[in-house]
T-cell receptor, first 117, second 111 residues
Framework: AQSVTQLDSQVPVFEEAPVELRCNYS??????LFWYVQYPNQGLQLLLK??????LVKGINGFEAEFNKSQTSFHLRKPSVNISDTAEYLC???????????????FGAGTRLAVHP | KAGVTQTPRYLIKTRGQQVTLSCSPI?????VSWYQQTPGQGLQFLFE???????NKGNFPGRFSGRQFSNSRSEMNVSTLELGDSALYLC??????????FGSGTRLTVV
């Protein structure tokens, strides 16, 4: 069965420090990969996505992620975080199936990033 | 370009009642998906509609249903509400399968 694992439920970090949020997935077929950010009582905002091509993907707000097919990972990184980056971060995959209309996102449990001054 | 609009933002219902939530996708987007978000289960896929047809369905009981209109607006309905249905319900629209834009959600509280 396909699944997404976000290894850390909470990540505390000091302002201006680097951060890495980890995401691993399990799938027997090719996937598209996404990172979303969610602020309290808000919807999801797309940070970045990997569809094909370069494995290093740059997104909004200074975030980037690297797709590693052999390790089935898609970790999110930022070299220097701000207080305003405090939020929930969600990793998601979409399966690429050639038959049928299997069009849904499978989400990880989320990682709460807490940036402290 | 207007984003995905979900109404209402907040809703309080009592057990046994039914509720209808609305989602207006981005203009031109024909696919609308619904997700339920709870602290215990996280984000779970409910269903997806494309051109007024349900294309995919998640593992939810039959009390959860939806529909899509010719203008791509979608509604989801939950009948015989249970306390466990309290959640943030999110709608996402897309025009192709590599991009999803989410609305701000409807916070449903069942008392």
């Amino acid at each position: 069965a396909q699944s997404v694992t976000q290894l850390d439920s909470q990540v505390p970090v000091f302002e201006e420090a680097p951060v890495e949020l980890r995401c691993n997935y399990s799938s027997s077929v090719s996937v598209y990969l996404f990172w979303y950010v969610q602020y309290p009582n808000q919807g999801l905002q797309l940070l970045l996505k990997y569809l094909s091509g370069s494995t290093l993907v740059k997104g909004i707000n200074g975030f980037e992620a690297e797709f590693n097919k052999s390790q089935t990972s898609f970790h999110l990184r930022k070299p220097s975080v701000n207080i305003s980056d405090t939020a929930e971060y969600l990793c998601a995959v979409r399966l690429l199936l050639f038959s049928g209309g299997y069009n849904k996102l499978i989400f990880g449990a989320g990682t709460r990033l807490a940036v402290h001054p | 370009k207007a984003g995905v609009t979900q109404t209402p933002r907040y809703l309080i219902k009592t057990r046994g009642q039914q509720v209808t939530l609305s989602c207006s996708p981005i203009s031109g987007h024909r696919s609308v998906s619904w997700y339920q978000q709870t602290p215990g289960q996280g984000l779970q896929f409910l269903f997806e509609y494309f051109s007024e047809t349900q294309r995919n369905k998640g593992n939810f009981p039959g009390r959860f249903s939806g529909r899509q209109f010719s203008n791509s607006r979608s509604e989801m309905n939950v009948s015989t509400l249970e306390l466990g249905d309290s959640a943030l319900y999110l709608c996402a629209s897309s025009w192709n399968r590599d991009g999803y834009t989410f609305g701000s959600g409807t916070r449903l509280t069942v008392v």
